[in-house]
């Protein structure tokens, strides 16, 4: 069908959305603006979380019903003087606009043509619970659901696309080893959490060589000449703070951070029994005890079908699909998949990114935006057309 993208309109949506970051389940203005735009389109604008937006294109006919997901929140940095500011410095107000120019030319062109299109638009994918909290909020029956992220230059070319984004998945891991306090020149009266939380950081560290205990292949940087982007998984601690932070003063109580990432859903679950063991022993070595808390992450798993709508659709818009390919990079977008059995998958979009994604002096080039949009569009005349 012909092609309605009104990009000066897609544009104007952008610039629009850039300028007003906010942090994930904060996205205040940036919710009412969406709502806004998507009423005056015509949508039916449905419950959703607190911020974020849920809108519904009914095509009145018996069909499928597909979703297409853009995240809203932006990223927060400290300037100079120590002060928080945030930035769009992921890209998501390029996903948000893109998905509402998709969203919006279809509606005019009476596509879906069977079934319902939903346009998601999601908070917090940054800290990992956006996701969560939209399925706990509730969903509409679903048949699949695409999303789609602009890519750096050294990822993908601007003017190419690929029909698999595979991300891995992170676990952040908060442990709090818990002793007993003592002073320093009495260390038999105490039990040192601290001494507990260096020995686990020194276990988590050893895992890199391989182990057969836990089955974890060898994830050694050294082995790999520093290119992480050959790392099967990672585990590294990366806070540890104690209360008080007296010299001269055994801690009672130590909170460690470890940052934990595999490339598939195997791993992941390896090398949380591995961490959780670690953390256990070392805790019992110094007679001490340990609490873990962890927000779960998946790896992408996704459905080979919806994958070849999406190369499909990219072979209409830039006439070939580049190689799908993985980045060390995760996503809450995997949660709809894994704990909402939603099929799903999900686009990369080259956008002369530089110089990476999350770095403060991020930009890209906006003119990859119309023919993202239409990357949407196309998907969605081939599930619903």
Not at 145 to 170: D, F, N, Q, S, T
Not at 214 to 230: F, I, K, N, T, V
Request: aromatic share 8%.
């Amino acid at each position: 069908m012909e092609l309605h993208i009104d990009a000066e309109r897609l544009l104007e949506d952008f610039r629009a959305l850039h300028a007003m970051p906010e942090p994930g389940f904060h996205e205040y203005r940036t919710t009412e603006y969406l709502r806004k735009r998507l009423a005056e389109e015509g949508f039916e604008l449905l419950p959703l979380t607190e911020t974020g937006a849920l809108a519904l294109a009914d095509s009145g006919l018996p069909g499928p019903s597909y979703a297409f997901r853009a995240d809203i929140d932006a990223l927060s940095f400290l300037d100079a003087e120590g002060r928080t500011y945030y930035k769009h410095a992921c890209g998501h107000d390029s996903h948000a606009a893109m998905l509402l120019a998709a969203g919006t030319a279809l509606k005019k062109a009476g596509i879906p043509g069977r079934g319902r299109l939903y346009l998601l638009f999601q908070p917090a994918e940054e800290t990992l619970q956006g996701a969560a909290a939209v399925l706990r909020a509730g969903l509409p029956h679903l048949d699949g659901m695409i999303g789609m992220h602009i890519r750096p230059e050294y990822e993908l070319a601007e003017g190419k696309a690929a029909p698999e984004l595979r991300h891995g998945a992170a676990l952040p891991t908060n442990v709090r080893f818990t002793g007993k306090g003592a002073h320093g020149a009495r260390p038999f009266l105490g039990r040192n959490a601290l001494s507990a939380a260096a020995l686990a950081v020194t276990m988590v560290d050893a895992l890199a060589k391989g182990s057969e205990e836990y089955g974890l292949p060898e994830a050694d940087h050294s082995a790999s000449e520093g290119r992480a982007m050959e790392l099967p998984w990672s585990a590294k601690a990366t806070v540890c703070s104690t209360p008080g932070g007296v010299h001269n003063l055994i801690p009672e109580r130590v909170e460690l951070t470890f940052d934990l990432r595999a490339k598939d859903n195997v791993l992941v679950a390896a090398l949380t029994a591995a961490v959780d063991d670690i953390c256990a022993k070392a805790a019992s070595r110094f007679g001490c005890e340990s609490e873990i808390s962890r927000l779960t992450g998946y790896a992408a798993d996704y459905d080979p079908a919806l994958s070849a709508v999406c190369e499909e659709a990219i072979r209409e818009v830039f006439g070939e699909a580049s190689p799908s390919f993985s980045t060390v990079g995760s996503e809450d977008f995997h949660i709809y998949h894994a704990e909402g059995g939603i099929p799903t998958a999900y686009m990369a979009l080259g956008s002369d990114l530089k110089p990476g994604l999350h770095a403060r002096d991020m930009s890209f080039s906006p003119s990859c935006l119309p023919a993202g949009a239409e990357l949407f569009y196309r998907a969605a005349e081939k599930l619903l057309g």
